[in-house]
C-alpha cells in the first residue's frame, strides 16, 4: 500500500503534527469469547513486545506476568479491567486500548471507544454476528469509528467466507470489502489470498501457537501447485469479489459506509501480522477532535486530553488510582503542570505512565492519539479535560440508563469511614452508579447498575480493596427516567416510585416496572420523565443503542 492517508500535511512540522501521523489508536471489541485476549496477546507478539503469548492477560492456562490480578476476573476468565499497550511497528506506534467483553459492562467497553481511533471487530468463524457483535457494531456507527473485521478462528470448523460476508452486509449495512482471503474453508485453514497483490501467504503451525508462526509467500502458479483445490476455489471467490466490487475503498471506511474484512485464527497466529500491517496501512491517525461545543481542537494546539477511564488497584504492588487520559492535541511532557477544566484547577503530572498490560513504565513525552496513565490522580474523574493554555472541555462521557439496582450496607459498622471512600471511588470510576436522596441519608446508597456482573467487582472490591466487605440487598425496581428537581416530591408520593440523585447531578426517578412507569406518565402527563439520553443523542433507554 501506500503513503498513509493522513500523513501531515506539507509545511506544518511540529512534534504533535509529525508524531499524530505515526499513531494508530484503536480498541479491540467482540462478543465474549470470539478471542479479544488471544488476539491483543497475538498483535503484541508479532511486534515483538512478548516473547510468548499469555504475557498480556494472563489468561487461565497460560503464563502470566501478573498472576494475583483481581481473582475474581480471573475465576470468571473474563477480562474486568482494561490494559492499554503501546508498541512500534514498521515505525508506527501503535495504541491498542482492550475493552472488557462482556455486556454487563458495556458501559465501561463505551467510555473505551470514545478514546480510539478505529476499532477491530472480532467475529467467531463459527458464530458470525452475536448480540454483543450486533450493539457494538451500533457504537462504532453511532460515534463514527471506522471498523477493521477480523473473522477469527478459521482454524476451526466455521461458516462459509462468502455467507459471512453476506452476514455483515445485511445485518450491520456496512459493505464487507475483504482485503483478504482464506485459502482452505474453516477447519482446514491453509492460508491467505492477499488480494491486492494475489500473493498467497501459507502459515506453519507453531506448539501451542505460543510463538511467532513462520510464513513463506508464494505467487499464485505456485499456490495452485502447492494447495489445488482450495487455491482455485479462494482465486474463484476473490475473482467473484471483484466482479462484485468488494475492493476495499479508503474514502468509504473512514466515512464508516464499509470495512475492510481479515480471516485469521489468533491461538495460531495466523494472519495477525496482517492485521497489524491492514492497522498501519488504513487505520486513521488522530483526527482533530471536537470540543463541547463541536469545535475540533486541531492537533498542535497545546496540549489537551481527556480521561476516559480511572482505576484502581491495577498492580497489587503500586495499590492507586489510575487515570487514563487520551492526549488531543499537543505534546505532553511529564511533570508539565495542566489545567483541570472541571474545577479550574492546576494539576501537576508528575506521576505519568505509560501502560503496558498490568505493568507500567515512566513515561516522558506523550503525543496526540497516546493513552497516559496518571497515577494517584483522585481529583480526576471519567470524562474530565485536561489542558495548557486556554479553557477547553471535550463533551462529557454519557452513563447509561442502570436496569439494576441495589442498596448497599457495611457489614461492620466500624468500617464506615472505609465504606464511604470505597463507595465515593467506586462511583468515580464508573464501577456503578451510586444513588442518594435525602429520605435515605448516606448510610445506605443505592448502587445502580447497567449488568448485574458490576455489583460483583464492586462486592469483590469492597472487601479485597477497601476493607469494608459490604451487603447488597436488591431492589426490585428496573425502570429509570430522567426527571427535574421540581417534580422529585410528587413523584415519591407515587407506589413504587422513588427518586434519587446520582452524582453526576441527574434526577433518577425509578420505578417497579414499566406498567408502573407508564401508569404514573398516565396520571401525570406534565411530569418530565425523559429516557436517559442525557449526554449522547440516539442512546435507547435500555443502554443499547437504537436502530435508526
Ligand atoms: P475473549 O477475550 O474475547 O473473551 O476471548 P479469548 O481470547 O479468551 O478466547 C476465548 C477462547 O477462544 C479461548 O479458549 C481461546 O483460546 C479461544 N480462541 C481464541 N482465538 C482462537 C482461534 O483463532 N482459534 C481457536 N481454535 N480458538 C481460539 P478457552 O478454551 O476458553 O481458553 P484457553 O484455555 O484456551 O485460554
Not at 499513531?23 to 512478548?50: C, M, N, Q, W, Y
Not at 450493539?135 to 462504532?140: I, N, Q, T
Not at 482455485?232 to 471467490?237: D, H, P
Request: aromatic share 6%; hydrophobic share 40%; glycine share 8%.
Amino acid at each position: 500500500m501506500t503513503n498513509h492517508p493522513c500523513e501531515p500535511a506539507v509545511g506544518r512540522s511540529t512534534a504533535a503534527l509529525e508524531q499524530a501521523g505515526r499513531r494508530r489508536t484503536f480498541a479491540v471489541i467482540s462478543h465474549p469469547d470470539a478471542g479479544k485476549s488471544t488476539v491483543t496477546e497475538a498483535l503484541a507478539l508479532h511486534a515483538r513486545v512478548i516473547s510468548e503469548a499469555g504475557a498480556v492477560h494472563g489468561k487461565a492456562g497460560r503464563r502470566s506476568t501478573v498472576s494475583d490480578w483481581m481473582e475474581l476476573e480471573r475465576s470468571r476468565g473474563i477480562s474486568v479491567s482494561s490494559a492499554a499497550l503501546q508498541f512500534t511497528y514498521r515505525d508506527t506506534v501503535i495504541n491498542l486500548v482492550d475493552t472488557p467483553g462482556h455486556a454487563d459492562f458495556s458501559e465501561d467497553t463505551y467510555r473505551v471507544l470514545s478514546a480510539v481511533d478505529a476499532a477491530v471487530m472480532l467475529l467467531d468463524a463459527a458464530k458470525g454476528l452475536e448480540t454483543q457483535t450486533m450493539k457494538l457494531f451500533e457504537v462504532c456507527r453511532h460515534r463514527k469509528i471506522p471498523v477493521i473485521t477480523l473473522v477469527n478462528k478459521w482454524d476451526r470448523p466455521g461458516q462459509d467466507a462468502l455467507g459471512l460476508l453476506d452476514e455483515i452486509e445485511e445485518r450491520t449495512g456496512l459493505r464487507p470489502t475483504p482485503l483478504n482471503w482464506p485459502v482452505g474453508t474453516a477447519g482446514d485453514f491453509r492460508g491467505l489470498l492477499e488480494r491486492a497483490t494475489g500473493i498467497y501467504h501459507r502459515f506453519t503451525r507453531t506448539a501451542g501457537g505460543a510463538t511467532l508462526a513462520p510464513e513463506e509467500h508464494f505467487d499464485a502458479d505456485t499456490a495452485e501447485s502447492i494447495e489445488g483445490d482450495a487455491w482455485r476455489t479462494a482465486f474463484e471467490e476473490h475473482e467473484l469479489l471483484q466482479l462484485s466490487e468488494a475492493v476495499h475503498d479508503q474514502a468509504a471506511f473512514l466515512e464508516h459506509r464499509t470495512t475492510p474484512v481479515l480471516f485469521g485464527s489468533a491461538v495460531l497466529n495466523h494472519g495477525v501480522r496482517n492485521l497489524l500491517d491492514t492497522l498501519v496501512d488504513v487505520a486513521p491517525c488522530p483526527p482533530a477532535r471536537r470540543d463541547v461545543n463541536g469545535l475540533p481542537r486541531a492537533l498542535d494546539e497545546p496540549f489537551s486530553g481527556f480521561v476516559f477511564k480511572v482505576q484502581a488497584g491495577m498492580n497489587t504492588a503500586h495499590r492507586d488510582r489510575i487515570a487514563y487520559v487520551r492526549i488531543c492535541s499537543g505534546v505532553f511532557e511529564r511533570g508539565m503542570v495542566v489545567t483541570h477544566s472541571a474545577t479550574g484547577r492546576p494539576f501537576a503530572t508528575k506521576y505519568a505512565h505509560q501502560l503496558f498490560g498490568r505493568e507500567r513504565c515512566g513515561l516522558d513525552k506523550a503525543y496526540p492519539g497516546d493513552i497516559v496513565g496518571l497515577v494517584n490522580a483522585a481529583a480526576l474523574r471519567v470524562g474530565d479535560t485536561l489542558h495548557v493554555g486556554d479553557p477547553v472541555a471535550f463533551p462529557p462521557m454519557p452513563m447509561f440508563a442502570p436496569e439494576h439496582f441495589a442498596i448497599a450496607r457495611v457489614k461492620d459498622t466500624g468500617r464506615y469511614k472505609q465504606f464511604r471512600r470505597g463507595i465515593e471511588q467506586l462511583d468515580h470510576e464508573g464501577v456503578v452508579q451510586v444513588l442518594r436522596s435525602d429520605l435515605r441519608g448516606d448510610q445506605a446508597p443505592v448502587l445502580a447498575a447497567v449488568g448485574p456482573m458490576q455489583f460483583e467487582v464492586a462486592e469483590h472490591r469492597m472487601g479485597h480493596e477497601f476493607n469494608s466487605p459490604m451487603t447488597l440487598e436488591r431492589l426490585d425496581y428496573t425502570v429509570a427516567r430522567g426527571t427535574c428537581p421540581e417534580w422529585v416530591a410528587t413523584l415519591n408520593s407515587q407506589r413504587e416510585t422513588e427518586v434519587l440523585m446520582r452524582s453526576d447531578g441527574t434526577h433518577l426517578a425509578r420505578f417497579s416496572t414499566r406498567w408502573r412507569l407508564q401508569s404514573v406518565q398516565r396520571d401525570l402527563p406534565e411530569a418530565v420523565l425523559e429516557s436517559l439520553t442525557l449526554t449522547e443523542p440516539g442512546m435507547s433507554n435500555t443502554g443499547a443503542f437504537r436502530h435508526s
